[in-house]
């Protein structure tokens, strides 16, 4: 056997953030860099994860009644021009098609950042009637976002994967119903399937979305102390529907803008689901996301070989369903394995040698804690759905326990600067002056308002931390990554 030892991670996740995330991501097959600069390449370990998550969020969409489409990359530069407010939000960052071989196009193409300017461009054509009402397409698609300093996989790329919703309704009441059923799907999806618990809140008018009435986001907190801003729902009222002349005739015969939303989940939810809950041997990946929930090794002597690879293939056979990986490989150690298959996270390893078979057992090691559980082989069936169920649970446990810990409410700036000094996240009292979000940010060095407290909303005699004028919510300030 070979005595070398799995080359894992060679930092610690609370010593040096950074460098233990980019190489949990390199080390355990998730992605790698290419020749673009900000763009990465998603490898089978996380592409399987998000094709997972799309699968998930495309069952409960369909039972909404959403229906999927796909619309071009290429924009018009004069329908991405149509809504003021939404293309002074995104002109930094997106990248435009000028040539096509030697030949200068008469107009320029934008790469989708976003498909508000293509799709409405066709809404405006398709709607006449209340009758073509709801309309509620979405498509799963890339999107390129050209402006920042410093890409971190996943987290902050210049070509990301998405999904988009576009949704037309003939009132503002239907409109703003469809934001609650949509906040369910995705907290149903990233919490119960990801294991990610995460705190749902509308943002200040300063942090909302370019062109929206009001934006509302899942946001989680990550070790680093830095917020994740997650899954999104825009509500943009008639904002669009004028911009690009969406109208339909009611049931009156009058002519009416109609009322539109937007939301999306982007792979940005992968790394957070990473970082939360991987730890210092390598990946950890929620049992209902994993590909393989199951590594089985067998221990191998000459003398009981057959014997335990005669139970391990059984064991294959009858966990099937889990998509079990029996590593049979003869010329390296059960320790490299055992570090190879940590680093890769899988959920459950079930270790078979011949002091097992003396007790008609296996050996049963949970990933997420390392806890080993003696197990009969005649009960394995019963007791590996329970252990996966258990594992899962425990990481939502684990990562709401995270997320409360790393809040404190303040009504001191001193405190406040102290807070995010310290990579926590604050609940402060503030005015709605946009003068007072960027004072706070230079202050804190660069914290934000990241939304409005839903939960704290007894205002009366509060200060805003920053001007000390009468405050108009509790928001949560933090560092975004």
């Not at 989708?112 to 498509?139: C, F, G, H, V």
């Amino acid at each position: 056997m070979k005595k070398e030892s799995q080359e894992g991670i060679t930092v610690k996740k609370d010593e040096d953030f950074s460098e233990w995330y980019q190489q949990l991501i390199l080390k355990s097959g998730l992605a790698d860099y290419s020749s673009v600069s900000g763009c990465i390449i998603l490898k089978p370990g996380s592409y399987e994860i998000w094709e997972k998550i799309v699968a998930e969020c495309n069952k409960e969409f369909k039972k909404a009644g959403i229906k999927n489409c796909y619309f071009p990359l290429f924009i018009p530069e004069k329908a991405f021009e149509k809504e003021k407010e939404h293309v002074e939000g995104f002109v930094p960052e997106v990248a435009w098609v000028t040539q096509v071989g030697n030949t200068k196009l008469n107009e320029r193409l934008a790469i989708r950042p976003t498909s508000e300017a293509i799709m409405y461009e066709s809404y405006s054509k398709w709607i006449r009637s209340w009758r073509d009402l709801p309309l509620r397409y979405n498509q799963w698609n890339n999107a390129v976002r050209w402006e920042f300093k410093n890409p971190v996989p996943f987290f902050r790329t210049r070509e990301f994967l998405w999904n988009e919703g576009h949704s037309v309704f003939a009132t503002e009441k239907e409109a703003l119903e469809e934001g609650k059923q949509i906040r369910k799907i995705y907290e149903k999806v990233v919490g119960e399937i990801m294991a990610l618990p995460g705190i749902y809140g509308r943002k200040t008018e300063k942090e909302k979305f370019a062109g929206a009435v009001f934006s509302e986001k899942i946001h989680y907190i990550i070790p680093s102390g830095r917020v994740i801003e997650g899954p999104c729902f825009h509500h943009d009222g008639q904002n669009f529907a004028k911009a690009y002349d969406i109208k339909f005739l009611d049931k009156k015969g009058k002519e009416e803008y109609a009322w539109q939303n937007t939301y999306a989940i982007s792979t940005r939810m992968l790394g957070t689901m990473f970082v939360v809950h991987s730890d210092d041997k390598g990946l950890i990946i929620p049992p209902k996301l994993a590909e393989n929930k199951i590594v089985i090794v067998p221990i191998l002597f000459d003398k009981t070989k057959d014997k335990v690879m005669n139970i391990a293939e059984k064991i294959k056979k009858d966990f099937e369903e889990f998509s079990p990986i029996l590593d049979d490989r003869e010329d390296y150690s059960p320790g490299w394995k055992f570090s190879e298959w940590e680093l890769k996270g899988i959920p459950l390893r079930i270790e078979i040698g011949p002091k097992d078979l003396e007790n008609s057992q296996v050996t049963v090691v949970k990933r997420n804690d390392s806890k080993k559980i003696a197990i009969k082989v005649n009960e394995l069936k019963k007791e590996i759905p329970k252990i996966l169920e258990q594992i899962q649970k425990e990481l939502y446990k684990n990562a709401e326990k995270l997320l409360k810990s790393n809040i404190k409410k303040t009504e001191n700036k001193k405190e406040l600067i102290s807070l995010i000094k310290n990579k926590k996240v604050a609940i402060v009292p503030m005015c709605s002056s946009e003068k007072c979000e960027e004072v706070l940010k230079e202050e804190t060095g660069g914290a934000k308002t990241l939304f409005i407290d839903p939960e704290n909303t007894s205002i009366k005699n509060k200060k805003c931390i920053i001007c000390n004028k009468p405050a108009n919510y509790f928001v949560y300030v933090g560092k975004t990554y």
